[in-house]
């Protein structure tokens, strides 16, 4: 099994371009996250899906936008990237509340 | 406001023995405390799990305890190894609704040979 899987893995952007992270996983799980993470600032969710069809914001999501149009994809959309978004992003999933999650390897945006 | 807050951005500590890394919490209801490693350029792995009506859980050398009085979980490696070096993250998950898990900033493991 593959897990979770993030593309790209790295990427470059200038300011006003737009971009969209793709997030895949294949255990079938239910709930489905989208992480950023900041030197000194830890991990802090964007957006969260708690089934096909649904989401929902979380503790950042200004700047960003997400889709869950099928179980296994996440999608977290950039439609004018600012250096502020200068991050590393982390798709999660888990099967239902109180479960472990497994996350993918992250993807490096640097947004110039 | 909520905080979560992880006692020591870094902690040293020689081969052999047990490592201790604190996580404290206030203005949550936690149903669930998680712990998690993170290696650098990678994505955090899941160790343990504990409720909030268990007191302790074990996984091979590893140990959590959760006390919801002093709002505090203490995660232990006993035995420690140069490969126990890591970033470790506790999050919690509230009773209410879907909440995600809210993370505290990790405490970086160094365990030394």
């Known amino acids: 099994n593959a897990g979770v899987t993030q593309t790209p893995k790295f990427r470059v952007l200038k300011t006003g371009q737009s971009m969209t992270l793709l997030c895949a996983q294949d255990?079938?799980?239910?709930?489905m996250y989208w992480y950023r993470q900041d030197p000194g600032m830890g991990l802090r969710l964007i957006h969260y899906s708690v089934g096909e069809g649904t989401t929902a914001k979380g503790e950042v999501p200004d700047g960003y936008n997400v889709s869950r149009l099928k179980k296994q994809n996440f999608l977290l959309g950039l439609e004018s990237a600012a250096p502020s978004q200068t991050s590393v992003y982390f798709c999660?999933?888990?099967?239902?509340?109180?479960?472990?999650?497994?996350f993918g390897s992250g993807t490096r945006l640097t947004v110039v | 406001s909520q905080k979560i807050e992880q006692n020591s951005e870094a902690l040293n500590i020689q081969e052999g023995k047990t490592a201790t890394l604190t996580c404290n919490y206030t203005n949550y209801s936690p149903a669930y405390l998680q712990w998690y490693r993170q290696d650098p350029g990678r994505g955090p792995v899941f160790l343990l799990l504990?409720?909030?009506?268990?007191k302790e859980k074990r996984k091979e050398r590893l140990k959590v305890t959760f006390d919801t009085t002093l709002k505090q979980s203490l995660f232990h490696i006993t035995a420690s190894q140069p490969a126990d070096s890591a970033t470790y993250l506790c999050?919690?998950?509230?009773?209410?609704?879907?909440?995600?898990?809210?993370f505290g900033k990790g405490t970086r493991l160094s365990v030394i040979a």
């Open positions: 255990m079938n799980h239910e709930y």
């Open positions: 999050a919690l998950e509230k009773y209410s609704g879907n909440t995600p898990l809210v």
């Open positions: 504990i409720r909030e009506n268990e």
């Open positions: 999660a999933s888990s099967p239902r509340r109180g479960d472990g999650y497994t």
